[in-house]
């Protein structure tokens, strides 16, 4: 008997330990980065500047931003990197930067490498990427579009600026490295199917991300799209708005035109973002998301009010 009483904590101990290290060293896999070469095509690069610009907004989160002004406009050079930054002050588990994604930086990558990060949020050295980069929503896209994204930020200028090395706290950098999966792409559906079609879109744009409650670090997904998530701004803490057709909490009352408009308002050329002092701002990158086509803003809105509402008052804004 003092005898087990020995052997258990040990055994016990050792299968932690093996645990630890299988998170550490076994993971990610979603397999090696595949063999492909994008080749580079007009309708490919329009396709993918308008992806990467506006769509999926990678120039949103890989370029500096200045959050003096509401939406935090586009500082600096687009897809440089360094910006906006998720680090602990803003109650990230760490310190991350986003990328350079200008040829200076990915210049040695392979398409696949590239297609990898994208699609299953893992780096050229096979280390689990931050996850405010929503791969596994990117990685439902179809192959065609990621290989559009790829072809336009090849031709980008390459720009010198040097990242800081993201620093992920324990224990989130084991849990880290069990959030890639691998990619699992689909077929754009034919775009006359509008709600189809609408969700193909949103899922691109990973509405679904910022527009869903979180609870320790879970997004609870009975309330997707339902907004409440928490980003903490230099001013206050900003919650996400409710898009479900729920007409007294979400945009149930909302007409399509109306819905349009919300977008379009700061694609007028004369639109010149305020300065907030210390007032209300917003993540949402209004005057990226503004330039979209109106007939995909059109299929996102028919997507939306498929889904069924969700009562949830949000408090859009707590300052500090």
Not at 45 to 70: I, P, Q
Not at 182 to 187: C, F, L
């Amino acid at each position: 008997m003092k005898r087990l009483l020995v052997i258990i904590p040990i055994i016990l101990i050792l299968l932690i330990i093996a645990f630890v290290m299988y998170l550490k060293f076994a993971l990610p896999n979603v397999g090696p980065a595949p063999d492909i070469k994008v080749e580079i095509t007009t309708e490919r690069l329009e396709r993918g500047e308008y992806l990467a610009t506006t769509v999926m907004g990678c120039v949103d989160c890989h370029s500096l931003r200045d959050f003096t002004k509401y939406s935090a406009p586009l500082t600096g050079t687009p897809f440089a990197g360094g910006g906006p930054e998720f680090v602990e002050e803003m109650g990230a588990p760490g310190n991350f930067y986003a990328p350079n994604l200008t040829p200076y930086h990915l210049g040695d990558w392979t398409d696949g490498e590239i297609y990898r990060a994208i699609t299953a949020g893992v780096s050229k050295d096979g280390r689990a990427l931050f996850p405010a980069m929503p791969s596994h929503l990117y990685g439902k896209s179809s192959n065609e579009d990621i290989y559009a994204v790829i072809a336009y930020l090849r031709t980008l200028e390459p720009v010198e600026n040097t990242v800081p090395e993201p620093e992920a706290n324990f224990p989130f950098s084991l849990i880290m490295n069990t959030i890639p999966k691998k990619a699992e792409p689909r077929e754009m559906p034919d775009k006359s199917d509008l709600v189809a079609y609408g969700e193909y879109v949103i899922t691109s744009a990973a509405c679904v991300d910022c527009h869903t409650p979180m609870e320790r670090g879970q997004y609870i997904m009975e309330k997707a799209y339902a907004g409440g998530r928490e980003f903490v701004l230099p001013n206050g803490i900003v919650r996400t708005s409710n898009l479900t057709p729920d007409p007294e909490t979400g945009i149930g009352t909302w007409t399509e035109e109306t819905f349009i408009n919300r977008f379009k308002v700061y694609a007028d050329s004369v639109y010149i973002p305020n300065d907030v002092g210390e007032g209300f701002n917003t993540m949402m990158p209004w005057t990226m998301y503004a330039k979209m086509d109106e007939y995909d803003l059109k299929a996102i809105y028919a997507y939306l009010h498929s889904l069924e509402p969700v009562k949830n008052a949000v408090v859009k804004y707590t300052p500090h």
